[in-house]
């Protein structure tokens, strides 16, 4: 399973001025389950991992909180959603932010954890 483009509104930076006002990042986070779901074969819901509970949980668990780097904001959203899963579950997580950088147009990714 893959969540692609997720946009989240955070506190994000390294001096305090710049995290007072909210910025948009952009997650994409790969789910590698160990075996199919269930879901794969009987068509229910019920069967297989809600991807809007998920969401939920990664935006429960950032808000209120303000990160100064990017790496301790991919860091704690990958421990978030690796509270919500079973252990055996794999998960890979990049999150990209577009700071004001003259020139920097794709913004600047991290990505953290084992995708396989």
Known sequence: MQLNGLELSVNL???QGERKK???VSLTVIICFP???LGCTSD?????YCYDSLIQSIKNGLADRDFRLLEHLGYEI???ITENL?????IHISVTKKPAI?????G???SYGCAG
């Not at 229910?44 to 297989?48: A, E, G, N, P, Y």
């Open 13 to 15: 930076g390294w001096p």
């Open 22 to 24: 909210t910025q948009i």
């Open 35 to 37: 075996t199919p779901p």
């Open 44 to 48: 229910q819901l019920t069967d297989t």
């Open 78 to 80: 990958h421990r978030i």
């Open 86 to 90: 079973p252990p055996d579950f794999k």
């Open 102 to 106: 003259l020139n920097l147009t794709g």
């Open 108 to 110: 600047v990714t991290f």
